[in-house]
């Protein structure tokens, strides 16, 4: 089993950055493929990214490509989602998920159903 804790998240003006740290418990980590969601008021959950065990796989929704980043340490079990460019809609609450699987390259499709573990999340606000 795998406790995910959010942290990182805050007030940002739009065009500033911000970086979303996910720390894992468990001796397992890198054996866990890792996603990054957000959930807008009023919206339904949405996949923002994912990477994959070993980090050389990776997935973006199309509308943060080229501007979030999401990279993982399994040595200090921790996933990172680095937001840079920040725009208003943007602003959400952004939870970690991690499941579990053999495959090193392996990535879950991007529904929430892909995921077994999850954060509590933690809120970014852009201003405008």
């Known amino acids: 089993q795998v406790q995910l804790v959010e942290s990182g998240g805050g007030l940002v003006q739009a065009g500033g950055s911000l970086r979303l740290s996910c720390a894992a418990s468990g001796r397992t980590f890198s054996s866990y493929a890792l996603g990054w969601f957000r959930q807008a008021p009023g919206k339904e959950r949405e996949f923002v990214a994912a990477?994959?065990?070993?980090?050389?796989?990776?997935d973006y929704t199309d509308s943060v490509k080229g501007r979030f980043t999401i990279s993982r340490d399994n040595a200090k079990n921790t996933v990172y989602l680095q937001m840079n460019s920040l725009k208003p809609e943007d602003t959400a609450v952004y939870y970690c998920?991690?499941?579990?699987?053999?495959?090193?390259?392996?990535?879950?499709?991007?529904?929430?159903?892909?995921?077994?573990?999850w954060g509590q999340g933690t809120q970014v606000t852009v201003s405008s």
């Open positions: 990477t994959s065990r070993s980090g050389e796989k990776t």
């Open positions: 998920a991690a499941t579990y699987d053999r495959r090193t390259y392996y990535i879950p499709s991007r529904g929430e159903y892909g995921y077994t573990y």
